[in-house]
């Protein structure tokens, strides 16, 4: 400060602004925090006004726009006059992934990862990528890395091993002791609208897979109801729906 005087101060404040909104408008758009809605716009608001040059306002009012029920694509439209940063990158490669554009995505999670190589979240978003396109031993690997090597306590990451442990029938019984454990423990652990519906979600597939349907369709109940608001966790149920034929009851539910 003694050498920067008070633009050096005003600028780590709006660097310190741009930063809170932007975390709160992740909280809101990753996790599903709806409460934190408001407390997120007025963040956000407050960074337009006083830190519009910050690369986070940018990527705030981007995750903001998203979760406010814009498109993808208008959400992207919020970055591109933003410096390239490591969060930046991040929310374009989930966005684009979003919109369903996965060969971008992977592009864009590469490029979060050079600029950021400690990012868990473009880590986990990288193994997710990788399990959707079926190369399940390397997702596990890089599931694995990013619990034993950055953050072993990180619930996203635990929830989606034990999913992806389930769905290739890898130490499974493991994996349903983990979501039970995560369950168990939701309010100490603090866990969000959609890490509580994932982990029920992950759950309801494994009963499903022991032909269990009374199990599988009360954890994909559960999870509709952690997370009401998001169409994804309608699917476990549709999809039991469709098994027994009741068409009309799974287009309703269906999030598609």
Same mark, same amino acid.
């Given at each position: 400060?003694r050498?920067t005087?008070?633009?050096g101060l005003r =600028?780590?404040?709006?660097a310190?602004l741009? *930063?809170? #909104?932007r975390?709160? /408008?992740?909280?809101? +758009?990753l996790?599903?925090? @709806? =409460?934190?809605?408001?407390?997120a716009k007025? *963040?956000? #608001?407050?960074a337009? /006004?006083?830190?519009? +040059?910050?690369?986070?306002t @940018?990527?705030a009012?981007a995750?903001?726009q998203?979760?406010d029920?814009s498109?993808p694509d208008v959400?992207? +439209?919020a970055?591109?006059?933003a410096?390239?940063?490591g969060a930046l990158?991040y929310a374009?490669?989930w966005l684009n992934?979003a919109?369903?554009?996965d060969?971008?995505a ?5 490029r979060?990862i ?6 868990v ?6 193994a997710?990528l990788k399990?959707?396109?079926?190369e399940n ?7 694995g890395?990013?619990?034993?090597r ?6 996203d990451?635990?929830?989606a091993l ?8 890898k130490?499974?019984g ?8 995560l369950i ?14 994932a982990?029920?979600?992950?759950l ?8 269990d349907?009374a199990?599988?369709?009360d954890?994909y109940r559960?999870a509709?109801?952690?997370a009401?608001e998001?169409?994804?966790f ?5 999809r039991l729906d469709?098994?027994e034929?009741?068409?009309?009851q799974?287009?309703a539910?269906?999030p598609?």
């Open positions: 400060l050498l005087g008070r633009p =600028d780590l404040r709006a310190r741009a *930063l809170l #909104a975390v709160e /408008a992740e909280r809101v +758009a996790f599903g925090e @709806r =409460d934190r809605l408001d407390e007025g *963040l956000v #608001a407050r337009r /006004a006083q830190a519009s +040059a910050q690369p986070d @940018r990527v009012d995750w903001l998203w979760a029920g498109t959400a992207l +439209a970055l591109d006059a410096t390239d940063t990158a374009r490669a992934h919109a369903g554009r060969d971008k992977l592009d864009f999670v590469r979060a050079h600029l950021d190589d400690r990012s979240l473009a880590r986990k978003l990288l997710d399990a959707e396109r079926g031993s390397a997702a596990l690997e890089e599931y890395d990013i619990l034993s950055l953050a072993p306590d990180h619930v990451t635990r929830i034990a999913r992806l442990r389930i769905a290739v029938n130490r499974a493991e994996a349903v002791t983990e979501l039970k454990g168990g423990q939701a309010e100490r652990l603090k866990l969000s609208p959609r890490q509580l519906a982990a029920h979600d992950s309801g597939r494994y009963h499903a897979r022991q032909g349907l199990s599988a369709r954890a559960r509709m109801e952690a009401p998001d169409p994804r309608s699917a476990g149920l549709a469709l098994d034929f009741k068409l009309d799974a287009e539910r269906s598609w």
